[in-house]
């Protein structure tokens, strides 16, 4: 197959790779798009950095950063040919999606970012029939692929245990933070507060349904607060607290994974705020724990989504509640992969890119 | 009255204060016991810090760090008389206990922090007649006393949203530690593990329910998970979501206040550990957004408690669902607080020492 090949932080076209071939209860499929992701970017061009900190949470990675990798894990595809042991459920020409896992000798790997499994980034995937979802209403083999990054986006919702007393605050919108955005609106909660310096970013979070954006440049998203009806500080809230009034609370997602937006927030954010870290920031913070205790501060750290999660994001898409289609920004043919890799580097230029090997 | 006075980080016994006067829906009383608190020392010694930490956060503070306080905030006292526009509900004579706020010209002072309202190291307090709490059941005074410090425990077992499948851990058994693990037990979770450095203190953790205590100078806390069945790994985690096991997990409450234990959780914390720091550490520390992403952690910073906690404490005390006397390693008169003081900057000699006005 043709594939799109990362190997020591550079991408190169593979004209002849083999082929993966279906183990038990996996299915040979076809690619037909494949988003690219910022963590695409990063394992690119922080390959050790990657493994070595997923050694330090104790994960076990059977990826070697010397080696070749076909990235890409945000897919739809099309079944092709059913490995030993499946159940034959979906027939050739289905087309699917899935969470990108899948079961090798040494345990779960994802497909996407390991040796065995080749991502989205090649014309053809092996995948867990048991998590193939069926891609429904006819929806485009594009938008279907963004089902992955959008579920990031209601995972981080979910854990934010948000109730109509919560007023979100989205910083940064890119990706990650449009999926959080689209979560948000489909689930009702708002007013929904989004900021970036792009302003095609913040266009598009308007068309995914913020219900204000800010430009940081301009106005601090911290001095927004007082307009929702939230207490920004200590002193404002005994005084909402004395009045009997049950206050608005401030939720904040972080979503630009930029150094030092953590460390500013403990220090800019209204007391009670609960902070959804989604975006992934890679240096060491310092943090305040005295400030964050007379905050009452809470932190939650957002990884990936459940199955559950992945499965209900693309019937939003599919039904209209999540309108994935604004957040599409240019569509690419593997060849163009590099370049597009590149450009997403000098962020604010795109939100997602789609690659359509075919 | 007789009073120990706070001023620039030093103790002196005042035989002559003016008594506080009762205003409107305030009742004047006596200090029958009252707790020296962490914070105590921590006002004593860094005034300046704590005022400047308390507007960063935006609180409005009445106090003036050059000034005189009387401290003291875990109090039980005897109605003396009431103030002008009350109930008189309690007649004098009747023991109460109450949350420490009491209503100033400027908005609501901390009572035992502020300069109008005198706190328990001193013979009257003047307390908000709507915010007394009986005490039931014939409950000691230096007991019923420890209701404030034990509410701290309730409240940051409520905000751990504990269930079947968390494993707690109590790092650190100073009051505050002891708090928790009693707050854990009165509500029946566990196992629970604690640890201390002060043999001292993991006698009394035991007395007041900790299941299994571990002296981190001989074995680190951090790996007691798989004697519990907690996932210690990404792996291990990933091995038990194969297996379809819905694991346990931990959550670590952090009771030390030391410099430097909240990054090390971060690093030898289990994934999806939640965390709840309820101990002060002044310091910045520096900790990894990125290793608490692949861990999936989440954070809870707590302060004080609702009234409804403060209440249900009282109550858990009084019918022996909490055992406070075990917490109780000394009790003083008001001459000796300096005393007091200076032997609580060593920690694990005591746990709570009350002091006895009268």
Redesign the interface.
Known sequence: MKAVVARRGRLFIDDHRTDPVPGVGQVLVRTLACGICGSDLHALHHMHTMIE??A?????TTVDPEGEIVLGHEFCAEVLEHGPGTESRLKPGTRVVSVPYA?GPQ??ELVGFSHRFPGGFGERMVLTEAMLLEVPNGLSSALAAMTEPFAVGAHAVS?ARMDEHRVPLVMGCGPVGLAVIAALKSRGYGPIIACDFSPERRRIAEELGADVVLNPAQSSPFECWTSFDVP?????Q??AA?LGRKSKRPTIFECTGAPGV?SQMF?MA??LTRIV?VG????????????????????????AYSSDEFASVLADIAQGRINAAAALTSTVGLNEIPQAFESLRSPGAHAKIIVEPA
């Open positions: 900190l997923n330090r949470a104790g994960g076990k079961a345990g779960m854990l920004a500080t200590l002193a404002e005994s005084v004395q953590l220090k209204p007391p870290v992934t920031c890679q240096t060491p913070e310092s943090l305040e724990p005295g400030l964050a205790i007379t905050k009452q501060l809470s932190l939650e750290f957002a990884l």
